[in-house]
């Protein structure tokens, strides 16, 4: 494998002594032999050059492994003194040789890659020096293939393929010389002749071919002409020698493209074929074996043959005047018009891979064809292909700026049309399938919510909703005036079915009805955190809490779960006006008697319960605890297998029931109670506090690069958007937003006496427990800043295969080059040296990152 | 039930069952898991493994390796999916195991059983390939969200039980090795015994240099394999209890000083970004001191000193994690006191790594020593640790089995399902 230089060979045994400046003094590593060659790297699977001294004393020893770059500026000093600067650490290093003529060798070695290298960042220069001699020349040539020198021919491919000269190399011949298309005629040969060998090797040669990178190759195998043959070659993989695969079967089958419209356009329907060759070739051919460069180079083509079509189908009113003419009443066949749904599904899925900008005018285009009546047509189908491709395109527009949508129903309700979020709740009340009926509720909950519409192609802006929502939303007119008619006459149809639960005594219900409910609790959920005061009256006035609190003793547990989770969301805005409903309406009762009739057990229900009053306990509410203690103290002091409700007696008992004031806090030092001393959290300043909140969240919302990871996940949500508001849903969220800085030392010294599970935050400094050895969990928000670098981050790797899937450009395809250079590095350094790694939090994420690699973290883990 | 068998059989074969069947497998699993705590109660003997990832051949061999269900008692720390191109039968086969045997399989919540991570890395893209729609993909989910996010392994046995597995009949006469107090045992695929490591000696040394778990092939000349008749070894007399064994995906959180603690979380939901839950499902060990930030974005790193503390405080003598490739498949750290398992072999079909899963016996002792509820609260004394009580628990016999990926062979070409129709 490795390529022998010419007499005398490096790879002999050289002695040598390997140095290091430290401190500006050369430090003696230690004696032994040098090589220097062509060694296989496992984690990039190229030949890289290096140079290795092996120990004398003992061989297993490697004193130094250095890989040659261009730019690491080895020099040669007197006849027996290499020096250089290590690349990776900035250390200068020097090799001593014993024999000047052991020096020479390794040197001619160096200087040649390095020379090379040099060569193909300035081919020009390359040309009109006499460094692209020997092995390292910069062009080949094979000859024309035949059955007979397949061997020779791989074989030849093979070695140039270790060096970027010789993939350069490969790459101009075989696009010059057309040698694919030569090759291609051997495949059929072989296979007449079940000449298994010859298949392999061509196997191996195409695979050597595509994972070269580069673009015109990959245009040039799937080119309708060699397509078929090089699939052929492909299906003869030497790994599995005992199969067969079939891919040529699979992609020659007629009717796998389907045509609504017929495309004038021949070069179109060209392109649509080969996005197609090349999403089978990343997706089945090359599934095992892709590595990222080629994966970006897979992507980028697919990604520019898409915006082409797209952009002639925008541009084609003639073609979108057939498309929607489908749906018009001439037409009859029912078959097209489903067809016709799933082609501008298809659509709208194509379009998620095109940036903001470009997707806005295909959106408008299509929605001035009358794409909502389409939508709306589609929704009622009996055909829940079709519903789900409805949902999928409407969740499609919606992810990408719900306001257009807005705007396009406000039109609707202007021509006194039946509005679009309408049409959506008369179907979630009836809708069968599961996954429509999911798009659905996310769809309503978005269209409905007042603080997501600002700024429509940008999105990051759009992407911080799941913050910016919980701001005081800066409402526009026409939207209030749509949530407030919402509110007036839809909000009682879609919450319809739990307002009849009155005066209903059994809470058996079908599942169709278990899903109603538990959708319209999660959208109810959400209208009471994003629509302020509309939701607390349509509450009150409709009794909803008494309703929901019915299904508390439905026998389905995952309805009561969900129910519960209705209350813990309440509790959780800690907003006076909902604490009162509860306590009024007697609803800690039934949540009480949950607890108590699951109590034995330890299950998912029962824990669920402990949360609930465990947050009251933790967010010290001291109304809703007094009302607890003054009703149920009996039923409470029964409960002893959690702390919780003793402590609530306790702390009732020590105030008599008065508020609990910051005086009363040193008794909580013997229990187990986190104790937040919140002077002026009474009820008059509930609203001062709110606006606290809320002015510290639109803080965090515009400077913290917490946020903006958080927004970057979303994105990649948005991006592939099966459901459309994941991160909504957390109610624990809540809790974190509470300012802790008017805690002061001594609050946090008291805190330090008491466990830490409910008080510390991640953001806070305060200490964990006290036992000497736990330290405090360190500072959350500068550590994300940090991690923003860190490619072997996982969280970050989400938007980053966010990029992969949309916008490969040129631009990003190197980007993620140089980006897997970088991790071949750390690889390597993490492979060879297998020493437990000390890092400390203070080093940088680029040392970090290696640590990892030598714990054995490899792949990140996952 | 033989609609229930009917489809393991199918998914055996690692085809996929069709959606209603989903649908209702995913109901079924949903009532069981549901009356689980978020730290389950498993007794010994458990074959704890590490992360699947869709690689279902390699679950095959895992089952081939370990023994099949419900023969064997097993206990799957999280990371089913993504990654491999085979994420949905895995699941489903897993999940129709445990609802078939929900007392021999035990299935806890790993970081990649969350909707946000699963669109992202494969196994989205994987449900709307195979059924083409995201409905499958929305009901495991929702599964995912009542997974338990924890096991705890009572009544693990300080001595090493003989292997259960058959032994090649020639092998079977060296038994001169039965006889003394091993600690760890280190099997290859076929059984033959690849180092062992009597109590006391263990420490530092698994982990460290395990470069002997790659030679599995040749497993060292002058140990063999352990003889099935199990001279001079009694059951009961040599074999007692030791601490119990936590089992978590990730590892700890500075929010959780104790087991019960874990009691208190509402697991029913999305993994959140930060807090204990993220954390269980995150974290890991790492050569530091107490708390530290991780480069993955989510949770924390913690040093031997966290975990010796945790251990000490719940009675634990051991924390048994995954989440995170290990060449050797498994790796002990800190003293022993934490190690991490590994299930997924040449993971993602390229990194050359080896598997392991992690066997511990039974005591001879019966239930009661160490027999507890997870609602007896207040066992822990919160982390405070009393210097003169420090004393490390007695690890349990621990004996793992080093398995390769599947034969390629035997699987087929891993690839994904392509796209059938297409208009663009």
Not at chain 2, 108 to 126: A, K, L, M, W
Not at chain 2, 262 to 289: F, T, Y
Not at chain 2, 345 to 366: F, K, Q, S, T
Request: hydrophobic fraction near 35%; aromatic fraction near 8%; proline fraction near 5%.
């Amino acid at each position: 494998m490795a390529q022998a230089v010419p007499d005398p060979p490096p790879s002999n045994k050289k002695r040598v002594k390997v140095y290091e400046l430290r401190n500006s003094d050369w430090f003696d590593r230690g004696t032994g032999f040098c090589t220097a060659a062509f060694i296989f790297d496992e984690v990039s699977r190229h030949e890289i050059p290096r140079v290795l001294v092996q120990s004398e004393d003992q061989p297993e020893r490697i004193l130094l492994e250095t890989k040659i770059c261009k730019e690491d500026g080895f020099q040669k000093q007197q006849d027996t003194l290499i020096v250089w600067t290590e690349p990776a650490t900035g250390v200068d290093m020097a090799l001593s040789f014993q024999e000047a003529e052991g020096c020479a060798t390794i040197w001619k070695f160096v200087s040649n890659v390095q020379a090379q290298m040099l060569a193909i960042n300035c081919p020009d220069d390359a040309l009109d020096d006499d460094i692209s001699v020997d092995h390292f020349s910069s062009s080949i040539s094979l000859p024309p293939p035949t059955l007979g020198n397949l061997p020779e021919v791989e074989a030849s491919i093979r070695s140039c393929n270790v060096t970027n000269a010789g993939r350069e190399a490969i790459i101009k011949f075989v696009i010059s010389e057309d040698y694919i298309k030569q090759l291609i005629p051997l495949v059929e040969m072989a296979e007449d002749m079940e000449d298994l060998a010859s298949l392999h090797k061509l196997c191996n040669i195409m695979k050597t071919f595509i994972l070269l990178n580069d673009n015109p190759i990959m245009e040039l195998v799937v080119r309708d002409d060699l397509m078929l043959g090089v699939m052929g070659a492909l299906e003869y993989d030497p790994d599995f020698p005992s199969h067969k695969a079939n891919h040529r079967h699979w992609l020659s089958k007629e009717g796998r493209y389907k045509e609504v419209v017929h495309i004038e356009d021949e070069k179109v329907r060209k392109k649509i074929h080969i996005v197609y060759r090349l999403q089978y070739l990343k997706d089945v051919v090359l599934a095992r074996i892709l590595d990222d460069p080629t994966y970006s180079v897979l992507n980028a083509l697919i990604y520019y043959q898409q915006s082409d079509i797209l952009q002639h189908i925008q541009t084609n009113p003639a073609f979108l005047k057939d498309l929607f003419g489908i749906f018009s009443a001439q037409e009859t066949s029912q078959e097209r018009k489903k067809e016709a749904v799933l082609f501008i599904q298809q659509c709208c899925a194509t379009a998620k891979c095109l940036q903001p900008p470009a997707r806005t005018p295909f959106y408008n285009i299509m929605l001035a064809h009358g794409l909502l009546s389409v939508i709306t047509f589609a929704l009622r189908h009996n055909d829940v292909a079709v519903r789900v491709a409805a949902t999928d395109v409407l969740v499609s527009m919606i992810d990408h700026d719900p306001h257009m949508i807005r705007l396009s129903i406000f039109r609707q309700i202007a021509e006194k049309q039946t509005p679009l979020t309408d049409s959506l709740i008369d179907l979630l009340l009836v809708e069968v399938d599961l996954g429509v009926k999911a798009q659905i509720a996310d769809a309503i909950k978005v269209l409905l919510d007042p603080g997501s519409q600002n700024a429509p192609v940008d999105t990051s802006a759009k992407a911080g909703g799941e913050f910016g929502i919980r701001l005081r939303p800066q409402v526009d007119p026409q939207q209030a005036e749509f949530v407030k008619d919402f509110y007036d006459d839809s909000a009682k149809r879609l919450f319809k079915p739990l307002v009849d639960l009155k005066d209903r005594e059994n809470m058996e219900f079908s599942t169709h009805q278990v899903s109603l409910f538990i959708y319209l609790i999660e959208i109810l959920c959400f209208f009471v955190r994003q629509h302020t005061h509309h939701s607390k009256y349509f509450i009150l006035s409709e009794k909803l809490g008494h309703r929901i609190a019915q299904l508390l003793s439905s026998p389905e547990k995952y309805l009561k779960l969900n129910a519960l989770k209705f209350f813990r969301n309440l509790i959780g805005l800690q907003d006076e006006f909902y604490n009162q409903q509860m306590t009024q309406g007697r609803l800690f009762e039934p949540i009480l008697n949950l607890l108590i009739e699951t109590m034995p057990r330890d299950n998912l229900l029962n824990s669920a319960c402990l949360e609930f009053f465990d947050l009251i306990k933790r967010e010290h509410i001291k109304n809703i605890i007094s009302h607890l203690v003054e009703n149920y103290r009996d039923k409470m002091k029964d409960i002893t297998y959690v702390d919780i409700f003793q402590n609530f007696i306790i702390r009732y008992d020590q105030t008599q029931g008065f508020a609990i004031s910051m005086e009363t806090s040193f008794l909580d030092t013997e229990e187990d109670t986190p104790k937040r001393p919140e002077p002026g959290r009474g009820n008059r300043w509930e609203n001062g506090i709110k606006d606290l909140d809320a002015a510290e969240e639109e803080y965090f919302n515009t400077s913290d690069d917490e946020d903006d990871l958080a927004a970057r996940r979303r994105e990649s949500m948005y991006d592939t958007s099966p459901t459309s508001k994941p991160l909504v849903d957390y109610p624990s969220d809540e809790e974190n937003e509470n300012p802790e800085t008017s805690t002061n030392a001594a609050d946090i010294t008291s805190d330090l006496s008491s466990e830490s599970s409910a008080s510390s935050k991640p953001g806070g400094e305060v200490a964990s427990n006290s036992a000497s050895l736990a330290l405090p969990p360190p500072e959350r928000l500068s550590e994300k800043r940090r991690r923003e670098e860190d490619e072997e981050d996982e969280i970050g790797k989400l938007s980053l295969s966010k990029r992969r899937n949309s916008s490969s450009s040129a631009g990003s395809n190197t980007s993620s080059m140089l980006r897997r250079k970088k991790s071949f590095t750390n690889h390597a350094g993490g492979g060879s040296t297998n020493k437990p790694n000390k890092i400390a939090i203070s080093l940088s994420p680029a040392i970090k990152t290696g640590g990892d690699g030598g714990g054995g973290g490899g792949e990140g883990g996952s | 039930m033989s609609d229930l068998d009917r489809a393991i059989a199918q998914l055996r074969a690692c085809r996929p069952i069709p959606e209603a069947q989903v649908r209702e497998l995913c109901h079924k699993a949903r009532e069981l898991l549901i009356e689980e705590g978020n730290v389950v109660t498993v007794k010994a003997p458990v074959t704890i493994c590490g992360d699947i990832h869709g690689q279902f051949h390699d679950l095959m061999e895992l089952f081939r390796v370990g023994g099949d269900v419900p023969d064997t008692n097993y206990l799957f720390m999280g990371d089913f999916v993504d990654r491999g191109f085979y994420s949905l039968e895995s699941f489903l086969l897993l999940l129709c195991l445990k609802v078939r045997y929900p007392d021999r399989m035990t299935l806890i919540r790993g970081n990649h059983e969350s909707r946000q991570i699963t669109t992202v890395y494969g196994f989205y893209d994987e449900c709307l390939r195979k059924y083409g729609s995201a409905n499958v993909w929305r009901y495991c989910c929702e599964v995912f969200d009542y997974l338990a996010l924890g096991a705890i392994v009572l009544g693990a046995s300080t001595a090493l039980e003989p292997s259960k597995q058959n032994v090649p009949a020639s092998a079977a006469s060296t038994q001169d090795d039965v006889d003394s107090d091993i600690e760890i045992e280190v099997l290859s695929h076929d059984g033959s015994i690849i180092q062992k490591f009597p109590r006391g000696k263990a420490r530092g040394l698994i982990g460290q240099n395990n470069s002997a778990a790659k030679r599995s092939s040749s497993p060292a000349a002058k140990t063999g394999p352990p003889g099935t008749g199990a001279s001079g070894w009694s059951r009961g007399s040599t074999g007692s209890s030791s601490g119990a064994v936590l089992c978590v995906h990730g590892g700890l959180s500075p929010l959780i000083d104790g087991v019960d603690k874990i009691r208190l979380l509402d697991r029913k939901q999305e993994v959140p970004h930060e807090g204990a839950m993220c954390d269980l499902l995150w974290s890991d060990p790492d050569e530091i001191d107490g708390w530290g930030l991780s480069p993955r974005g989510a949770g924390f790193l913690f040093g031997a000193d966290i975990v010796k503390v945790f251990n000490h405080a719940n009675d634990l003598s051991m924390i048994a994690r995954a989440h995170q490739l290990v060449m050797e498949g498994f790796k002990e750290m800190f003293d022993n006191s934490i190690v991490t398992v590994w299930s997924a072999p040449n993971y993602c079909y390229r990194c050359g790594n080896v598997a392991a899963i992690l066997e511990l016996g039974e005591d001879g002792m019966g239930e009661s020593a160490h027999a507890r509820s997870n609602g007896d609260v207040n066992r822990s004394d919160g982390g405070i640790m009393k210097e003169n009580e420090r004393v490390l628990l007695a690890g349990p016999a621990r004996r793992y089995r080093v398995f390769q990926a599947a034969p390629q062979d035997s699987r087929g070409m891993p690839a994904k399902k392509p796209v059938a129709d297409y208009f663009l």
